[in-house]
């Protein structure tokens, strides 16, 4: 599996940004896709995620009401759009994905167990 992320950059707080990860490889239609992100000094955390055809969804606390994930299932990509955007959303954002019929579970659980990475993109927010 191959994930392929864009679409980071620098905004200003209060501003919009949308990522898009766009993956290759699975080889059903059973997975999922999400995203984590690793701030300077801090532990990667896991801020959204969405089973293949969007049917489950996750997402941190620090961004509910704030990004939304969606899926185009025939393009197999992911999109994250990012609003109210604020310095504390700054880091390399990671995109990452979880194949197999369980794979909502993995999403309800938190984006855990997911274990296909891709290059990371990095989001600024200027206060």
């Known amino acids: 599996v191959q994930l392929q992320a864009s679409g980071g950059g620098l905004v200003q707080a209060e501003g919009s940004l949308r990522l898009s990860c766009a993956a290759s490889?699975?080889?059903?239609?059973?997975?999922?896709i999400g995203w984590f992100r690793q701030a300077p000094g801090k532990e990667r955390e896991g801020v959204s995620c969405?089973?293949?055809?969007?049917?489950?969804?996750y997402y941190t606390d620090s961004v509910k009401g704030r990004f939304t994930i969606s899926t185009d299932f025939a393009k197999r990509t992911v999109y994250l759009q990012m609003n109210s955007l604020e310095p504390e959303d700054t880091a390399v954002y990671y995109c990452t994905a979880v194949a197999g019929r369980f794979s909502k579970i993995y999403v309800l659980g938190g984006c855990n167990g997911f274990d296909y990475w891709g290059k990371g993109t990095q989001v600024t927010v200027s206060s």
């Open positions: 969405i089973t293949s055809r969007g049917g489950s969804t």
């Open positions: 490889g699975f080889t059903s239609d059973y997975y999922a």
